[in-house]
């Protein structure tokens, strides 16, 4: 990289292909985070089709939320009439706890979309 002769000019990159790109000293400069946590939520439910504990029953019997951050959470239908709420800090976490150790209940998670996945 080279400067220019005046000291407020930016500095020239050779490319190449022998152009060069303006390098402007407000693109060298840390950028602070960003105010807000990424945007966008995510649906989706979990079926079981099996119960091999007998608590939670079979059918949908979670709703659940993928947000921006990867965080998941999710609502357990049972029991009536309110469930229960959890919190994961990714659907993967999730899986683990409730999912993977049972894969006799031959669960689906489907997301709004249409995606499905199969465990």
């Not at 029953?57 to 947000?67: A, P, W």
């Not at 951050?69 to 709420?85: A, S, V």
Request: with cysteine; hydrophobic share 30%; aromatic share 6%.
């Amino acid at each position: 990289m080279t400067k220019s002769s005046d000291e407020n000019k930016p500095f020239l990159e050779p490319q190449r292909d022998g152009a060069e790109q303006e390098i402007l000293d407000e693109d060298l400069k840390p950028k602070p985070p960003p105010k807000l946590a990424p945007r966008g939520i995510r649906t989706f439910t979990v079926c079981r089709q099996s119960d091999e504990t007998g608590v939670s029953g079979e059918g949908v019997v979670i709703e659940g939320v993928l947000l921006g951050t990867g965080h998941c959470i999710i609502h357990w239908l049972y029991p009536p009439p309110r469930g229960g709420l959890a919190i994961f800090d990714s659907l993967e976490d999730f899986l683990k706890v409730h999912v993977k150790p049972h894969p006799s209940n031959r669960t689906i998670i489907t997301f709004e979309d249409g995606e499905q996945q199969l465990h």
